[in-house]
C-alpha cells in the first residue's frame, strides 16, 4: 500500500512539472519576443507579521522571464501598439523619459535611443499589465498566461529555494574578496551627514558608478534568475509596491523583502513576467 502511495505521489508531482514544460514552438517565439524562462518550482514562502506570527502560503510552479524585461523587448511591444492603431493604450504604457534625464542621462534621454538590452523604466504599472496581456496574446492565448508575479511569487523566485536568505545569493552583498554581488548603492563615511540633529545619507545622482547594469549580468540565483535584488527594483501584481531594490539603494534595500513603493513611473523600478499555463 505504501509503495502504490509513493508511485502515485511521484507520478503527480512528475505530472506537476511537465504541466508548466513548455514546446520547442512557445520557447522559440518567448525568445523572440523577451527572452527566456526559467523554472521556479512550486514550494511555500512564510510570511512574519509585525507581532511575529506567522502564515504559510502554498505556491504553485510558475515560469518566470530570467532578466527584467528590457528595452528591446518593450520597443517592441509599443511599436506593435503603433502598428495597431492602439494609440490610446500606446500613451498609457510607453516610457516617460522626463523622468530619469537627472539621474541617467544617457540612459534613456529623449535624443538617444534606450540601449537595447539594459532594464526598461520609467513605466506604469498599467503600462507593464498592457505588456503582459501583449505578450499574451502573441503567444496565442490559449496555452499560456503572461502576467506579473504576486508578491509571494517574485518572493519565492528571488529566495532561490532558500527562504531565510535576505539576499538571492545568500546572506552576504559581497563575495570573499570583497567584490559586489549585486548592482546597488555602495557609500562610505562621505556619504553621511548631520542634517537637523539627524543622521542622513547623501546621494548625488552623478556618480557613474550608480548606473543601471544589462539586464542579464551578476550571478544568477539558484533558479537561475538574474538581479532578484540589485539594478532595478521589480513591480508585482499588487498595484504601488516594488521588490528587490535598485542600482540607488543601498545594500539593506535590496534585500528580498525589501519593498518600495512608488505612485509614479521611476527610473529606479522594471519588470519581470512569469508564465502560467491556462487551466
Known amino acids: 500500500m505504501k509503495k502504490l502511495t509513493l508511485i502515485i505521489f511521484l507520478v503527480a508531482v512528475v505530472a506537476a512539472v511537465w504541466a508548466q514544460k513548455p514546446d520547442k514552438k512557445t520557447v522559440k517565439l518567448e525568445k523572440q519576443l523577451v527572452g527566456t524562462f526559467v523554472e521556479v518550482p512550486a514550494g511555500h514562502y512564510t510570511i512574519r507579521n509585525d507581532n511575529g506570527d506567522t502564515t504559510k502560503v502554498t505556491i504553485s510552479a510558475f515560469r518566470m522571464?530570467?532578466?527584467?524585461?528590457?528595452?528591446a523587448s518593450y520597443n517592441l511591444f509599443l511599436n506593435d501598439l503603433k502598428v495597431q492603431g492602439r494609440m490610446a493604450d500606446y500613451e498609457k504604457a510607453k516610457v516617460d523619459t522626463t523622468r530619469n534625464i537627472l539621474v541617467t542621462p544617457y540612459f534613456t534621454h529623449p535624443a538617444l535611443p534606450p540601449i537595447?538590452?539594459?532594464?526598461?523604466?520609467c513605466i506604469s504599472h498599467e503600462g507593464?499589465?498592457?505588456f503582459c496581456r501583449w505578450l499574451t496574446g502573441k503567444m496565442g492565448g490559449n496555452e499560456w498566461e503572461y502576467t506579473l508575479p504576486t508578491e509571494m511569487q517574485w518572493k519565492h523566485a528571488a529566495s532561490g529555494g532558500y527562504m531565510y536568505w535576505p539576499y538571492p545569493l545568500g546572506p552576504f552583498l559581497t563575495n570573499r574578496n570583497g567584490d559586489p554581488l549585486y548592482n546597488f548603492?555602495?557609500?562610505g563615511d562621505e556619504s553621511i551627514a548631520m542634517r537637523d540633529g539627524k543622521y542622513v545619507v547623501v546621494i548625488s545622482h552623478y556618480i557613474?558608478?550608480?548606473l543601471p547594469d544589462p539586464a542579464k549580468s551578476h550571478r544568477p540565483n539558484n533558479y537561475g534568475l538574474y538581479n532578484m535584488s540589485g539594478n532595478v527594483a521589480e513591480m508585482v501584481y499588487e498595484r504601488g509596491i516594488a521588490y528587490g531594490g535598485s542600482?540607488?539603494?543601498p545594500g539593506y534595500d535590496i534585500r528580498i523583502n525589501s519593498e518600495k513603493p512608488y505612485d509614479a513611473p521611476s527610473p529606479l523600478i522594471g519588470f519581470r513576467v512569469i508564465a502560467v499555463r491556462k487551466k
Do not use: G
Request: without cysteine.
Open 65 to 71: 522571464l530570467e532578466t527584467e524585461v528590457t528595452n
Open 208 to 210: 557613474d558608478d550608480n
Open 116 to 121: 537595447p538590452h539594459y532594464p526598461v523604466s
Open 128 to 130: 507593464a499589465m498592457l
Open 185 to 187: 548603492l555602495r557609500f
Open 247 to 249: 542600482y540607488l539603494d
